[in-house]
Every structure is written in C-alpha cells, then in structure tokens.
C-alpha cells in the first residue's frame, strides 16, 4: 500500500511550475468572487423621504449597498429627531415650548436648540437685523395657502415684537427666553441648514466618504463622486415655468449651499408678490431680490445668511457675503445676476442670464 | 477520487483549473456587466409599500393621509395618475423613467430603479 502511493506519487507528478500557476489561478479566483458580492464598486445610492414638510434626499457613495442604506437611515433619524424639536406647528416641541413661555420664564433647551439659537443671533447681529427669528410673529399674520394678506393695523401692532435682541440665550445652563409676551420665534430660515449639517455629521460617522445631503434647497456636500468629480448643483431659475428649470451650475465641494426665494411661499394681489420672505423692520416682503444663494462651510450659515441677504438687497448683500469670506449669486427684481468675484468663473451661468454690471 | 485523479495527467489538471475558471468568471462577468432589474419603490410617510418591477405594466392605489394616489407603470415608466393634493404637481411631472416623483401633501415617494446608476441627469441637487 504504501509503496502503491509512492509509486503513483513518482507516475503522476505535476511539474512545480504548472502547480504554481494552477494555485495562482485558483487564488484569484477565491479573491476575485467575494470581492464582486460584496464590495462591488463604488456607486452613488440615494433616497427621498418627506420630512420637515419638504423633499430630503440623501447621495452616498459606497462600495455596498446595505453600508449605504444602514448610513441613510441613520441620517433620517437623525433629521426625524430635529425635526421634533423645531416645528413650529408642533405644540409639544421645544420652539413652541419657547413661544408659549415668552414673557414669562426661561425654557430649558437641548443643545441643537442652543446651537440653532447662538446661531441665529451671530446671524443676526453680522446682517444688522435683517436676518431675525422673531419675525415669527409677523409671518403668521400671512395666509399663503389662501392668499390673504393681513391689515397694516395688525401688522404695527406687532412690530414691538420683533426684535432679536429680546431673545436672551443662557449658554452655560443652555436656556432660552423671549422678553415680551406674544413674541414668536420662527426658526424655519434656519433648521433645514442646521439639519443638513447634522445629516452629514452623521453619515460620516457611519463611516461615508462622500455624500450630499438636500434638505429641500439646503445642500450641504462632502468627498467626491465615483468618478472622481466635485458634486454638481444647479441653482433654480426663479422664475421657472418647469419646477426643475435652473438658471446655473457649480460644483460643490465640502461646502454648504442654500438659496432663498420669493417664488417658495408666495400669492399675488393685483400684480404684488407677497412671499414669506419679511422685513423685520417693516413686516412686508421685501422685494430687491428674486433670490439669494449662499455658499458657506456650515449649512446653517448658508441657510440664515441667504434669508438675511436677501432682506439686505442685492448690493449691500454681495458686499456682506464677500466680507463674511462666503460666496454667493443673487438674481435682482429685474432678473440680472450677481456673484462674488471667488465664483464668477466657477459659476456657468445657462443662456438667457446676463450678468449685472460691475459684480 | 483518487482513481480519477490516477488517470489524468499534468495537462488535465490544468485544463480542469482552467475550465473552472472561466465558468466561475462568467458568473462574476454577468453580475457586473449584465444591468440588473429595475424595481419601482412607493413608500408612504417613510414606510415602504410596493416594490414593483419595471417592466410590468399596471396600476396601483395607496393611501395617504389625504387619501388615494394612484400610480401607473407602463413601458419601463412610472406616473402619478390621480392624486388627492391640490397642486397635483405630482400629476403634472407626467411619465417618468429615472428618480424621484413625490407627492408633499400626502407624504408618497415613488423611488424608480435605485440601483446606483442614476448617471444620466445633468445635477446631483438643484438649491431652491
């Protein structure tokens, strides 16, 4: 038997050589089938939820689809948990709790809240007031889903009411609190900003390289696509016939981008737009501008700073965006557009726009 | 075993190597190269409800919180034929065949073939 073996053994030897490139093949078989199961190459996975009354949708790019889908949700959670505290028409979330409070005590808040709160009031104090959540209590005197719009009377009387300076934000004990009874903080110019940065933050930890993060027109991106190039954001013609209709692109790259428009909430009396978005100092729209987009690191930056710059105007604004070392376009009354001098050539602009003079 | 193994030589091995690996390859040829099928996804308040395949055809209803949208597939694409919202925008996107149609007011995404080849559109994101 044993000699049998032997025997074969010395018969049917396999020449070294053809046995290294038979176990070579055979590894690369072995390392070639898992690695196409389940880490195919990179793609981009994306999804859409409602969420904050809006369109959300998350890009990832990742080798497997289940890290992508695990990265997502846990970003939708994270923006369902925000969402929770910021509603307005929430009664038991923590801005309701704030305005039903004014007047009369300190809230205790949690620490988004007191990061929203320090963040609108940095805001607020770099655009001279322009930008103020306290306009809340003259927004709800607007009915945009009938069209109505409120009497002068009714608007003065809550002029006293707006003001930024009356909200008082205890950072140590993290509190807010609303001097004057009635007063009404708003915090929609700002949470779809916030909620992008924190949706990010969060896709990130789940170990994302590279994604975009839409909340409605409030982009914040990070890393680059498959093939290597920035993400690509088209900026909405303002006033579009189609809902998709953009007036110009630019790539993205870490970066936040935000854009607020008189077309979002608008009715038209007798040929006035009246659209949601106020002079805290008069309690009209103010109508300089079509739109603003603002390009800054954080997208709750991006977010308040295109509210604010649009209730600045189109000049002054271009100024305080290039002061605050940010980017920026704004479309005019009249349609003509304005960019920083960082984007000018960055920026390709669709036929159809020309480009205001001397900015 | 072993007496297969007796009647083959050196060659054979290979060639039995060789013809294994070329139908292994196949089947990693077909999973790369070959497109996989497309699925229509309707979810409803972030809750998944139907996942249809692309190429066949019919109509389907889901209820929302305010009330019934009906979709219909049709020839590799996808439509919102009736909705209970008011703008019905949803309706007015007409016949689609990549990405997303949603309808706001009464919380339905339609997600069409999300298999991470949504190459063909000229943005990632439009800022509005």
């Known amino acids: 038997m044993k000699s049998g073996i032997q025997h074969a053994k010395s018969k049917f030897q396999i020449p070294n050589s053809t046995k290294r490139m038979v176990s070579t093949l055979c590894c690369f078989v072995l390392l070639a089938l898992p690695g196409s199961c389940t880490h195919g190459k990179e793609k981009i996975y994306k999804k859409s939820r409602i969420m904050m009354d809006t369109v959300i949708t998350i890009s990832v790019v990742s080798h497997s689809e289940d890290h992508a889908e695990r990265a997502i949700n846990s970003a939708f959670s994270e923006i369902k948990r925000l969402e929770a505290l910021f509603d307005f028409y929430s009664p038991d979330s923590e801005v309701s709790r704030i305005n039903k409070h004014a007047g009369i005590s300190r809230v205790k808040v949690s620490q988004d809240m007191l990061a929203v709160m320090v963040k609108a009031s940095f805001v607020s104090d770099k655009t001279g007031g322009a930008f103020d959540v306290t306009a809340g209590s003259l927004l709800v005197l607007y009915d945009f889903s009938h069209g109505i719009k409120p009497r002068p009377y009714a608007i003065e009387k809550r002029l006293p009411l707006v003001n930024y300076k009356a909200v008082h934000i205890d950072r140590k004990d993290a509190g807010v609190f609303l001097e004057k009874a009635g007063m009404l903080i708003d915090l929609g110019g700002i949470v779809k900003g916030y909620a992008a940065d924190r949706a990010v933050e969060t896709l990130k930890r789940e170990g994302i390289l590279s994604g975009l993060v839409a909340v409605a027109g409030d982009i914040r991106a990070f890393g680059l696509k498959p093939d290597g190039k920035p993400w690509k954001i088209g900026i909405k013609n303002p006033r579009a016939e189609g809902k998709d209709d953009i007036l110009a692109t630019l790539d993205l790259k870490d970066m936040a981008i935000s854009t607020s428009g008189d077309y979002e909430r608008f009715f038209i009396i007798e040929g006035e737009r009246y659209h949601h978005l106020l002079s805290p100092a008069t309690g009209y729209p103010v109508r300089t501008c079509q739109s603003v987009s603002i390009i800054a690191g954080e997208g709750v930056l991006a977010d308040a700073f295109a509210t604010g710059v649009f209730i600045i105007g189109p000049e002054k604004g271009i100024t305080l965006i290039e002061k605050m070392g940010f980017d920026g376009l704004i479309i005019d009354r009249e349609g003509a557009v304005h960019v920083t001098s960082n984007i000018r050539e960055k920026i390709e602009l669709e036929k159809n726009f020309t480009r205001h003079n001397g900015s | ?128």
């Open chain 2, 1 to 128: 075993m072993r007496k297969i193994l007796r009647g083959t030589t050196g060659a054979d091995k290979v060639l039995i190597s060789v013809l294994i690996l070329v139908s292994l390859s196949g089947i990693v040829f077909i999973q790369e190269v070959m497109p996989k099928a497309r699925n229509v996804l309707i979810e409803v308040d972030g809750h998944p409800l139907y996942v249809l395949p692309m190429g066949r055809d019919g109509i389907v209803e889901v209820e929302g919180p305010r009330g019934k949208t009906i979709v219909e597939l049709k020839q590799e694409k996808v439509r919102v034929k009736d909705s209970p919202c008011p703008a019905k925008q949803c309706v007015k996107q007409g016949w689609a065949e990549h990405g997303v149609i949603v309808c706001l007011p009464n919380k339905v995404v339609i997600t069409i073939g999300n298999d991470g080849d949504d190459v063909d559109t000229v943005v990632d994101a439009i800022t509005r």
